[in-house]
């Protein structure tokens, strides 16, 4: 049996792809900071920062997927922004270095990154060949890639993927978009003009499972294929719930919210028109390609005839 090895898979979507991985038929080892029980796996100790006992199970494993990462959304402190550096670059070297002292190093290494590599790409079509943007996600997008990347695993074949925005029961981007749209407030951010790269959970851990048995190497942007503008998306929010329109929320808000949560300026409203120009290269098949296919499963039990035309 195949063994594929998930590091942050009790985590909002290491979880759906530890549930994708056991439905393929792999043997799955979780990488857990915590004392946990996940259904169907086994669940390995580590701290995250040093090689230990746990570098036993990737020797032979058909794959390594590591989608650790500290929250963007928390207030940034100083504590907060060296947490996020670390559990992404200084954790993703660490385990470059795990796989050099195997003796069966993984067959290939998925290393998460986001789409905040490409920075504010204003309203323009942005694959996987785009140079990086400017500005602190940036710069700290392509120092995490660059730790996976880099490392010195010539026997590995490695690919990272930019997530978008990832739209799943439980996560914290569909609930609280859900609610506010329910409480009335699913108006735009500000503008509402700048574009939002989505993906929905199920086809992300597809995505990421399907790409371990696929001959994908480098950059592959982990977002559906037709981003939608943020006021595009809350129409579809409140078309799905049945509600009716809602003002935009001004920009001095999102100003005065970054600024207490220590957020770059434009992290709220920076456009992000992303598109996954490698999975569909590759013949990836998304279950969920439209906005409108993602919500009509994840609001499904919305009686039909609260929905309606926002």
């Known amino acids: 049996m195949k063994k594929a090895v998930v590091a942050g898979g ?8 530890v549930r994708e991985f056991l439905a393929s038929g792999y043997e799955v080892v979780v990488l857990s900071r915590k004392t946990a029980t996940v259904t169907g ?10 090689l230990g006992t746990w570098t036993a199970d990737l020797e ?3 794959a390594l997927v590591n989608l650790t990462g500290a929250s963007i959304l928390a207030r940034w402190t100083d504590q907060h922004k060296l947490a ?3 559990s992404r670059v200084d954790l993703s070297s660490m385990l470059g270095e795990a796989i050099g002292k195997c003796a069966v190093p993984p067959q290939c290494w998925i290393n998460a990154s986001a789409v905040g590599f490409y920075g504010d790409t204003g309203a323009r079509k942005t694959a996987e060949s785009a140079r990086p943007g400017r500005g602190v996600l940036a710069e700290m997008c392509v120092a995490w890639e660059n730790a996976a990347l880099q490392a010195p695993t010539p026997h590995t074949r490695k690919a990272v993927v930019r997530i978008g925005y990832v739209l799943g029961r439980g996560g914290p981007g569909f609930e609280s978009l859900a ?3 329910k409480l009335m407030l ?5 503008s509402g003009r700048q574009y939002m790269a989505w993906i929905h959970l199920e086809d992300l851990a597809r995505l990421i499972v399907w790409a371990v048995s696929s001959e994908v190497r480098g950059p592959m942007n982990g977002t559906a294929p037709n981003p939608v503008t943020n006021a595009e998306l809350m129409s579809a929010f409140r078309r799905a719930y049945g509600r009716p329109p809602a003002p935009p929320l001004p920009g001095f808000a999102l100003q005065a919210l970054s600024a207490a949560m220590g957020w770059p300026e434009d992290m709220i409203t920076a456009s992000s028109r992303v598109v996954p120009e490698v999975a569909l290269a590759h013949g990836f098949q998304f279950k969920f390609p439209t906005i409108e ?6 609001t499904d039990e919305t009686p039909a005839a609260w929905r309606g035309v926002a």
């Open 179 to 181: 609610r506010a749209t």
């Open 41 to 50: 796996a086994k669940v390995a100790q580590w701290d995250g920062r040093t």
């Open 10 to 17: 009790t985590g909002f979507i290491g979880a759906a792809v």
């Open 186 to 190: 699913g108006g735009p951010l500000g």
């Open 60 to 62: 032979g494993a058909a």
């Open 84 to 86: 996020m550096r670390v």
């Open 293 to 298: 296919a993602a919500l009509a499963e994840l």
